[in-house]
Each structure stands twice: as structure tokens, then as C-alpha cells.
């Protein structure tokens, strides 16, 4: 079957190795059960199973004593998280040095959003496969936004035109993103994604729509919404 891209093959780095304070669960909520399965399961499964995929490197905190190896499709190999998400991502794509070229895609996704379409991470490829950058799956902003101060009392409301909520995966060149998050963490700048990083050199990501059912688990009520998103992709 022709695929919908022309990409031959990426790579995948996945975050994992948070502790998911937000959360406050009995253990890290990307290994929290969901619909049969640990949150971390379902999205090594949804990016494992996807054509093209070369090679999928995971981050796991050094004190993670609830990690193992789901059985995947593709060469998967673990890395030490880092003290931030950044850093996390960063041990991935070292660990791809000598093996990704340069110009290879890298596609990273949290491994709290287990939710992520195949038609999504479809979407991101067909859209980016020729993109001088790369870019990200998002979601335009459909609420009003409000700026508070630390009590909560509103002190703006800010124009929602042109914002979006920025999700993964997102989707850069191995070399470009190297760069781009190394200059960062040299100059104490924690970017909370990929593509701030790709900004700061100066680059502009593409921003691909996504769906809104790809959810980052982050509180105790997204869990149960991540099931009820599972349940309904698995009927359609
Ligand atoms: N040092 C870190 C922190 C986070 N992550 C990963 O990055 C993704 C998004 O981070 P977040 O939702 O913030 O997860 P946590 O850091 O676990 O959540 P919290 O901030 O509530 O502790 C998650 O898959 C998480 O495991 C990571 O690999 N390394
Ligand atoms: C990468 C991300 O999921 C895009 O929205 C988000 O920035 C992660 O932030 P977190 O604070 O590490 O959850």
C-alpha cells in the first residue's frame, strides 16, 4: 500500500520519565491503567505500530522501578530522563547520534498522551514531509482567554486569534533539533517543547491541526476521559 507520505522512515523519542505530580497518583501516571492497558503501553503501541517508524528511544527515570518493554514492532531502546521534560528529550536524540542522519525526521510525543490518531500522526507527516523546518500537532484556542494575577483576579483578556494549544508529536529534522535544543539548556532556557527550541534559532514551526481527544493525562480527571477517548476511537 502506498503510504499517505513520502517519508521513508523517522525516529520517535518519547518523554517518559516524569513523576506526574499533577497527577498525585500511586505511581507515575504514565504507567496508571487505562482500558485494560498502562497509559505508556498505548502510546508506545500507537507510534510503534506506524509505518516508517526506524526507531523508538524512551526516557526513563533512573528511579523508575515500574518500567518494562512492551512488545512493539520496532527496535526500542531506553535512555536516563533528565532532571526536565528538555532534558529527557535531549538524552533521546543523543542516543540516536551516528545512527539518525541529519536531515532524518524526529518526532516526539509524551508518553502521557496515549490518545494520538493514527490519521494525526498521518496528518503531521504528509503535511511536514517536504517542510524546510518540521512543526507540531495543535489546537486552535475555542475558549476566551483570561490573564489572572496570583490571586485568580482577571487582569486581561488576551485575543485568541492566531493561538493555538500546542500537542505532540512534534516534528524536526535530527540535526536541527539537536542544535536547537543544546543552544537552549546552554543558555538555561527549559523549553516545555520541542518547537520553542526551533523558534529560538529563529526557524518557524508548522502548526498541523490535530484532534482534541489528544489529551496529555496531566490530572486524576483526565484519566478517565482518556478512557472514555480510547473507547470511542476503538468503536469508530
Ligand atoms: N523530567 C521529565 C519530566 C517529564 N517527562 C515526560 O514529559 C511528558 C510531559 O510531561 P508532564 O505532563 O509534565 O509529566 P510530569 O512531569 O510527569 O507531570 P508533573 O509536571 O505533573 O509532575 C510526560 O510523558 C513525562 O513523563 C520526562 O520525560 N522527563
Ligand atoms: C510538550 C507539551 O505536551 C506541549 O503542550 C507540553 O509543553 C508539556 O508540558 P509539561 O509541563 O511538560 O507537561
Redesign the pocket.
Given at each position: 500500500m502506498n503510504s499517505p507520505y513520502s517519508i521513508a522512515d523517522w525516529w520517535a523519542v518519547?518523554?517518559?520519565?516524569?513523576?506526574?505530580?499533577?497527577?498525585n497518583g500511586e505511581r507515575?501516571?504514565?504507567y496508571l491503567e487505562l482500558n485494560g492497558h498502562r497509559v505508556i503501553d498505548h502510546t508506545l503501541h500507537r507510534l510503534g505500530s506506524h509505518r516508517g517508524l526506524r526507531g523508538l528511544v524512551v526516557?526513563i527515570?533512573t528511579e523508575d522501578e515500574y518500567w518494562s518493554a512492551p512488545k512493539v514492532p520496532v527496535a526500542l531502546e531506553t535512555v536516563p530522563?533528565?532532571?526536565?521534560?528538555c532534558?529527557?528529550?535531549l538524552n533521546g536524540l543523543e542516543q540516536l547520534a551516528g545512527r539518525a542522519d541529519d536531515d532524518d525526521w524526529v518526532l516526539v510525543h509524551?508518553?502521557?498522551?496515549p490518545c494520538l490518531r493514527a490519521e494525526d500522526l498521518d496528518a503531521l507527516l504528509s503535511e511536514l514531509a517536504g517542510h524546510p523546518v518540521g512543526g507540531l500537532l495543535g489546537l486552535p484556542i475555542a475558549d476566551t482567554v483570561k490573564r489572572t494575577d496570583s490571586r485568580g483576579d482577571v487582569l486581561e483578556t488576551i485575543s485568541r486569534e492566531g493561538l493555538w494549544r500546542a500537542l505532540t508529536p512534534q516534528m524536526f529534522r535530527f540535526g536541527l533539533l539537536r542544535q536547537a535544543l543544546w543552544a537552549a539548556l546552554e543558555a538555561g532556557e527549559w523549553v516545555t517543547d520541542e518547537a520553542a527550541a526551533i523558534e529560538r534559532a529563529g526557524y518557524r514551526p508548522k502548526m498541523v491541526e490535530g484532534h482534541g481527544d489528544n489529551i496529555?493525562?496531566?490530572r486524576p480527571q483526565d484519566l478517565p476521559l482518556a478512557a472514555l477517548y480510547l473507547a470511542q476511537q476503538e468503536e469508530a
Amino acid at each position: 500500500m502506498n503510504s499517505p507520505y513520502s517519508i521513508a522512515d523517522w525516529w520517535a523519542v518519547v518523554p517518559a520519565a516524569g513523576v506526574g505530580r499533577r497527577m498525585n497518583g500511586e505511581r507515575p501516571k504514565q504507567y496508571l491503567e487505562l482500558n485494560g492497558h498502562r497509559v505508556i503501553d498505548h502510546t508506545l503501541h500507537r507510534l510503534g505500530s506506524h509505518r516508517g517508524l526506524r526507531g523508538l528511544v524512551v526516557a526513563i527515570n533512573t528511579e523508575d522501578e515500574y518500567w518494562s518493554a512492551p512488545k512493539v514492532p520496532v527496535a526500542l531502546e531506553t535512555v536516563p530522563g533528565g532532571e526536565e521534560r528538555c532534558h529527557s528529550v535531549l538524552n533521546g536524540l543523543e542516543q540516536l547520534a551516528g545512527r539518525a542522519d541529519d536531515d532524518d525526521w524526529v518526532l516526539v510525543h509524551d508518553a502521557a498522551r496515549p490518545c494520538l490518531r493514527a490519521e494525526d500522526l498521518d496528518a503531521l507527516l504528509s503535511e511536514l514531509a517536504g517542510h524546510p523546518v518540521g512543526g507540531l500537532l495543535g489546537l486552535p484556542i475555542a475558549d476566551t482567554v483570561k490573564r489572572t494575577d496570583s490571586r485568580g483576579d482577571v487582569l486581561e483578556t488576551i485575543s485568541r486569534e492566531g493561538l493555538w494549544r500546542a500537542l505532540t508529536p512534534q516534528m524536526f529534522r535530527f540535526g536541527l533539533l539537536r542544535q536547537a535544543l543544546w543552544a537552549a539548556l546552554e543558555a538555561g532556557e527549559w523549553v516545555t517543547d520541542e518547537a520553542a527550541a526551533i523558534e529560538r534559532a529563529g526557524y518557524r514551526p508548522k502548526m498541523v491541526e490535530g484532534h482534541g481527544d489528544n489529551i496529555k493525562i496531566t490530572r486524576p480527571q483526565d484519566l478517565p476521559l482518556a478512557a472514555l477517548y480510547l473507547a470511542q476511537q476503538e468503536e469508530a
